[in-house]
C-alpha cells in the first residue's frame, strides 16, 4: 500500500508494470523499436530526481516505443529477470536502460542520478531519446 504511489508515478505517465519474469520477457522478447526499462526503487531519488527526471524526458518529441518497469525491493523475481538482460552492468535502482531493435544502447546508473537534479537527468535522457528514438506525432 505504501509504495503504491511510487508505482502509480511512472504508470500514469504510460508505463506498464512488469511484475513477473514472465512480463519481463514478453516485452524484451520484442526486438524492433526502443524500449525504455525503468527500475523504479523507493529510495529518496528515485522519487526526488528519477522519476520526476522521466516525466521531464518523455516531453520529448523523440520518445522510446515501449515503456516499462520493475520495481526493486518489490518485484524481486522481474527485477533479477531484468536485470538478465542488462549484460555487463552492475545491478543499481533506480536505474534507466535503453534497448533499440534488441540492444541495449543506454545506461543510467544510480551513480548518473544520484546528487543530481531531475532537470540535468532529464537532459540525458532526451540525449539518449534524440539519439535513438524516432518522434512521436501525440
Same mark, same amino acid.
Given at each position: 500500500?505504501? @509504495? =503504491?504511489?511510487?508505482?502509480?508515478?511512472?504508470?500514469? @505517465?504510460?508505463? =506498464?508494470?512488469?511484475?513477473?519474469?514472465?512480463?519481463?520477457?514478453?516485452?524484451?522478447?520484442?526486438?524492433? +523499436?526502443?524500449? %525504455?526499462?525503468?527500475?523504479?526503487?523507493?529510495?529518496?531519488?528515485? +522519487?526526488? @530526481?528519477?522519476?520526476?527526471?522521466?516525466?521531464?524526458?518523455?516531453?520529448?518529441?523523440?520518445?522510446?516505443?515501449?515503456?516499462?518497469?520493475?520495481? *526493486?525491493? =518489490?518485484?524481486?523475481?522481474?527485477?533479477?529477470? *531484468?536485470?538478465?538482460?542488462?549484460? +555487463? =552492468?552492475?545491478?543499481?535502482?533506480?536505474?534507466? %536502460?535503453?534497448?533499440?531493435?534488441?540492444?541495449?544502447? +543506454?545506461?543510467?546508473?544510480?551513480?548518473? @542520478?544520484?546528487?543530481?537534479?531531475?532537470?540535468?537527468? *532529464?537532459?540525458?535522457?532526451?540525449?539518449?531519446?534524440? !539519439?535513438?528514438? !524516432?518522434?512521436?506525432?501525440?
Amino acid at each position: 500500500m505504501m @509504495i =503504491q504511489p511510487m508505482r502509480d508515478e511512472l504508470t500514469s @505517465i504510460g508505463f =506498464q508494470e512488469l511484475r513477473t519474469p514472465e512480463d519481463v520477457d514478453a516485452v524484451m522478447a520484442e526486438k524492433t +523499436g526502443t524500449t %525504455f526499462v525503468v527500475v523504479n526503487s523507493v529510495c529518496g531519488c528515485a +522519487g526526488g @530526481i528519477a522519476r520526476p527526471a522521466v516525466a521531464m524526458a518523455l516531453r520529448n518529441d523523440r520518445r522510446p516505443d515501449r515503456l516499462v518497469t520493475v520495481f *526493486a525491493g =518489490q518485484d524481486k523475481e522481474a527485477t533479477a529477470r *531484468a536485470r538478465e538482460y542488462f549484460v +555487463g =552492468q552492475p545491478p543499481s535502482s533506480p536505474s534507466f %536502460f535503453l534497448f533499440k531493435d534488441g540492444k541495449l544502447v +543506454g545506461v543510467l546508473h544510480r551513480s548518473d @542520478i544520484e546528487g543530481s537534479t531531475p532537470e540535468r537527468v *532529464a537532459e540525458k535522457l532526451v540525449a539518449l531519446f534524440n !539519439e535513438y528514438c !524516432e518522434p512521436k506525432t501525440n
